[in-house]
């Protein structure tokens, strides 16, 4: 797959580093119980964790909320879609199972502290291309309102705008019918690039484990 980022993207963000998961053959299904009670466990650490702190001062958060100034999105009005997980937890708005392909992206989110999108790819169209999204460019979200991309980062393929480490589009969500899915995943732009391959490996083997299928990751800067 094809993967462009623009260059008022790396001209904005110093070190700006993207990884990217294709999964092929894999089976999406209601979340094994392992997942269900991992990810109920790991929320409820992270409350206690976050009990007498701020989310934004998490490395990951405080990065990605830079990211969004540089871009020119104010990040106390639209969060970076991983702070908004986080102050979800704070508040014991506990995240509520979707389907295994969801929930142990979300799982992720939160224990790398780092957006990520997970997508449908036989509903992806060409190339993709992340961008700083322009006047007129928006989608219907999943959660459930017409987002507006303008000054927000954005990937694109052939029929326009599908995702954002904001919040990501209905059109290439993935289902319980899915069988190949792309993660893009938004690496922090400290993170060395040893250290992301190992991250990447991590992920992807983990999702192998509960999807089937194989796995083969790139990393793009």
Known sequence: M???IAEEVKQRIPHFKIGLIEYDHIQVSESPQMLKG???FFQESIFFD???KNAAELDGIREWRE???RVGT???RYRPSNEALFRRVQKQQYLQSIHSAVDLNNFFSLKYEIPLGIYD???IK???TLKIGENGDSYDAINGRQVNLENKLVTCDANGPFGSPYV???RTAVQLSTTSALHIVYLKPSMRTEEAKKLLEAMANMFVQIHGGDARQQIFA
């Open 2 to 4: 094809e993967f462009f």
């Open 38 to 40: 991992r990810l109920r």
């Open 50 to 52: 976050l009990e007498n």
């Open 67 to 69: 990211v969004f100034k």
């Open 74 to 76: 104010d990040p106390n």
């Open 121 to 123: 790819r036989n509903k």
């Open 126 to 128: 060409g190339s993709i």
């Open 168 to 170: 990501d589009s209905k």
